[in-house]
């Protein structure tokens, strides 16, 4: 097959704790796509890391085209030729597409020199996008184009990617394929890092599988299926999660007319937001991103304030009560961006379950903190939830973004919520977790709870969902029974039709 154009041999890295890559090898060729499949906390991100120069490895090495290959920072790697795509965008929304280019290149030409180039290489690679247009009015599609085009304007011999569909609709995600099969094509190899299998399958080569930090597998997927790529990575067989749908007719939480500007420059208003949430319903919401979905979290949670009555939990006013009242309640949520809004990043997972539990779970009499029960609670998150970490004293940001979910998700679940309001909760976790995680919300729901789960992954809605919904726009279609709903439908609905001049539930 020729030289290839980067080996790994042996890597190593281990931080207090826990090591993260344990003596990794394997070869990615010139042109191949190659994933990268694994568990949350394989080593999956640490290994990455490594490859763009972020970590130095404690032991091994790597060779680029033949030659010794040591990064020491991103820059050294994009100027050996290996450029990444993250899965949480560094765009600044109050600037253009050239001018985010810009901030990437390091020695930027003019401003119409680029342009111009941004139109060359998007019409090459079917990335239709326009330099001059603000960022913060772009899909999340379009948003990750300029990320991509960035990386494309510096002629890369690898491309790395990480979650890169997580945000996309799925003519979005056709369109990338395209794009990354077109540079396959030319010679640029991708190293794909997913948690949707059937993606693998479709797109990749080959793939190596880490569980626990170290290469347990190698395949070409199209050959296995994606229960067999998944028990690959967990190392035993996955069971789907089971639903017991016990939907009442007692309503816990009813919206009426809810309208609301956006707390951000660039945010979506919500129109007359109707619903109405049944005990032990789960009602599935879905749309293409950036159409209303933190706003509707953060009205529901109480972070955004309404008329009293616009928001009803259990037949009390709520709407002009904030988080911690509602928390009280019973009235609970976990919202999409886990690090920074779910979990304060240099806080300990301790202090984090503090932060939400202490009324609920009585973790403070009298101005006095109560640190044993604190730390028990985030000990019972942390083993309920399987959160891979080696403790509670670990401070929120170094976990990976797999677990930190889990423990988000988990420490709201098992506070017994009345109604819980979550957004993406299975965002970037890997099948077995994300399993773990459904099967948490419908035994919660078995158990009379009403949830609110508001997802772009429509499989997850499918499978978990008594009605679905979808949001365009800031206005809600009108929901209906998820079992019998066709993709066609749904896209609809996706799109607006289908009730949308009424926007009731």
Known sequence: MGTPLLT????????????????????????????????????????????????????????????????ASPNAARA????????????????????????????????????????SVSDA??????????????????????EIIRCLLQDPKLLIMDEPTSVLTPQEVEILFRTLRKLSAEGTAILYISHKLEEIRALCDNATI????????????AQKTAAELAEMMVGSSLTPPKRVSQVSEEVALHVSGLNLAPAQAFGTSLRDITLTLHKGEVLGIGGVAGNGQDELLAALSGERLCAPSQIMLDGRPVGNLGPAQRRKMGLLAAPEERLGHA??????????????GVTRQGLAKGGWINWAATKGFAERVIHQFDVRTPG???????????????FV??????????????????????????????????????????????????????????????????????????????????????????GMEAAHV
């Open 343 to 356: 979990a304060v990043p240099d806080m300990s997972l301790t202090e984090n379950a503090l932060m939400t």
């Open 125 to 146: 690679y079917g990335l239709p996008l326009d330099p001059h247009r603000t960022v913060g009015d772009l899909s999340a599609g379009e948003r990750q184009r300029v």
């Open 8 to 71: 790994l041999s042996g890597l190593t890295k281990a931080y207090p704790g826990v090591v993260a890559n344990d003596d990794v090898s394997f070869d990615i060729q010139p042109g191949e796509v190659h994933a990268l499949l694994g568990e949350n906390g394989a080593g999956k991100s640490t290994l990455v890391k490594m490859i763009y120069g972020l970590v130095s490895p404690d032991s091994g090495r790597m060779a680029l085209n033949g030659a010794p290959y040591t990064p």
């Open 409 to 498: 998700i988990g420490r709201e679940v098992l506070q017994a919520p009345h109604v819980l309001v979550v957004n993406q909760p299975t965002w970037g976790v890997d099948a077995s977790a994300a399993a773990a995680i459904r099967q948490a919300l419908l035994d919660l729901a078995a158990k009379g709870a009403a949830i609110i789960c508001i997802s772009q992954d429509l499989d997850e809605l499918m499978e978990i969902s008594d009605r679905f919904a979808a949001l365009n726009e800031g206005r809600l279609t009108h929901a209906r029974p998820a079992a019998g709903l066709t993709i066609e439908e749904i896209g609809l609905m996706m799109g607006g039709a289908h």
């Open 392 to 406: 509670p004293h670990v401070a929120a940001r170094a976990l990976s973004g797999g677990n930190l979910q889990k």
């Open 80 to 119: 050996a030729g290996v450029a990444m795509v993250f899965q949480h965008f560094s765009l600044f929304d109050a600037l253009t597409v050239a001018e985010n280019v810009a901030l990437g290149m390091d020695n930027p030409p003019s401003t119409g020199e680029l342009a111009s180039k941004i139109r």
């Open 210 to 221: 880490l569980r626990l930090g170290k290469k347990v597998a190698t395949c070409i997927p």
